[in-house]
């Protein structure tokens, strides 16, 4: 479990929606992020979820909710939040992410 001082933090929308997903989901299922190649800036955000949890992952605990991010996507995502919005483009996981120097319109890519 991370402490207060973690690189990466979760919000508690994000947390609480996190925790209604996984309740469809097997026993153990937590959420990854991660960073790849790709996307119309650069780089883009993948949301998945999963039952294995890597010893090098970093785990962020809030409210029941697990996230796992590995140390490559961690160096793009230090100091980041992620967080849940409900708006008129709809649900979605957004991440704030200070290390993106752009990103496209719908917020799902980014360049650094």
């Known amino acids: 479990m991370i402490s ?3 690189p990466l933090t979760l919000s ?3 947390a609480q929606r996190i925790v209604k997903v996984l309740t469809r989901e097997p ?7 991660a960073v790849n190649g790709g996307g119309c800036s650069g780089f883009q955000y993948a949301f998945e979820i999963t039952q294995e949890k890597l010893t090098e992952d970093l785990v962020v605990v809030r409210d029941g909710a697990t996230l796992l ?3 490559t996507s961690l160096e793009f995502l230090s100091g980041s939040e992620v967080d849940f919005v409900d708006d008129l483009m709809g649900q979605s996981f957004k991440i704030h ?3 993106a120097t752009s990103s496209c319109g719908c917020g799902t890519s980014f360049s650094v």
Do not use: F, H, I, Q
């Open 12 to 14: 508690a929308a994000a």
């Open 97 to 99: 992410n200070p290390n």
């Open 69 to 71: 991010v590995d140390p």
């Open 27 to 33: 026993e153990g299922a937590m959420l990854r992020v």
């Open 4 to 6: 207060a001082t973690s």
